[in-house]
């Protein structure tokens, strides 16, 4: 398997983990303690805190920091100059590091271009998080969410492609199939 590669103007602290075919880009810093998997792609200016933990095959794009207590499970996107915070009530003058919420973004899920995810929630399987959106609460599975802050608005396949408001029983493009039950999208087939 090819090795990680690591452009001459990132910084990679030791105790780092990085997966084989992993590529971090310009002026990119990891820090020692943070895991990052297989086939992942860091774009320019990302920092990923000690402590992280990024699964396979996620995509970081440009100006994103990773902080403290968020983890991404395989196949998350973070669009373009995306947030993620980890304290509720920051201050400068007051440590809480003690009070770091964990974050945790479940396998595929999308997060759009500048969108702000505020600490202690769950995005949940294949949700997607539109552009400049604001997270505030748990998002389940497959949901599209969208506003500041967000509300949930639709359904998203597995594929990315939104699923149709009245029936959102079967996707259009690739054939997967789910079930509604209340305000939850379960995957049939």
Known sequence: MPQAFIHESAYVDDGAQIGSDTK?????????GAVIGERCSLGQNVVVM??????????????????????LEDDVFCG????FTNVVNPRSHVSRKNEYK???V?????????????????????????AGSVITKNVPAYALMVGVPA??????????????????????VCGTRYRQEGDQLKRVS
């Open 50 to 71: 000690n402590g992280v933990r990024i699964g396979n095959n996620v995509k970081i794009q440009n100006n994103v920091s990773v902080y403290e207590g968020v983890e």
């Open 151 to 172: 509300r949930r608005v639709g359904w998203m396949c597995q594929c990315g492609e939104r699923l149709p408001d009245k029936s959102p029983e079967a996707c259009k």
């Open 24 to 32: 971090i880009w310009h002026f990119c810093h990891v820090l020692g």
């Open 102 to 104: 964990r974050t945790l």
């Open 106 to 130: 479940r396998r595929g899920a999308t997060i759009g271009a500048n969108a702000t995810i505020v600490c202690g929630v769950t995005l949940e399987e294949y949700s997607f998080v539109g």
């Open 80 to 83: 373009p100059s995306m947030v």
